[in-house]
C-alpha cells in the first residue's frame, strides 16, 4: 500500500478525504480514529477547566493525590493541559503522537485500576487504548514518514 497524506487543507481536501474512504475502508477507519484522537483529548482535556461532563477529581485515585505535592484540583488542571497537548500532536503527528496517547491511557487505566469503582471506565480505557495502537499502525500507511513520499 503506498503512503498518502493527511488531507490536504486546500479546497476539495475535504471531499476528496471522504470520496478516498468510501472507497478505501482501511483510509476510512484512519480517518475516523485520527479524528477522534484529536476531538476525544481536547474536549477532555479543555473540560478538567470546567468541569460540565463530569467532576473530573472524583476520577483521581486518593494514593495519587496523597503523594502529589498538587491539590487534586490542580493535578485535574495538568492533565488537561497534557489531553489538550496530546490532541494538538495527534493533530500534527498522528503517527507517533497515538503512542503518546496510548500510554497515557495506560497510565489512566492504572490510576482507575487502583482506585475500586472504576473498572468498567478502565475496560472502557483500555479500549480506547487499543484504538490508539490501531491509530498508530494506521498512520505508518497513511502519513508521511521515514522512507515513504506523500502523495
Known sequence: MA???IPARS?????????RAKA???????LMLWIGFIAIPLIM???KFA????????????????????????????IGVVEIAAGVMVALKPR???????LWLAGIIVNLLTYSGFYDVALRDFGLLVAALALAQLARAYTPGKGHSAH
Open 51 to 78: 468541569n460540565i461532563l463530569t467532576n473530573w477529581e472524583g476520577y483521581l485515585a486518593p494514593w495519587l493525590v496523597d503523594v502529589s505535592p498538587f491539590s487534586a484540583h490542580t493535578m485535574m488542571l495538568i
Open 3 to 5: 503512503a498518502s497524506s
Open 11 to 19: 479546497t476539495g481536501g475535504v471531499s476528496h478525504a471522504l470520496q
Open 96 to 102: 507517533y503522537a497515538a503512542y503518546v496517547v496510548a
Open 24 to 30: 478505501e475502508p482501511a483510509y476510512g477507519a484512519f
Open 45 to 47: 482535556g479543555l473540560d
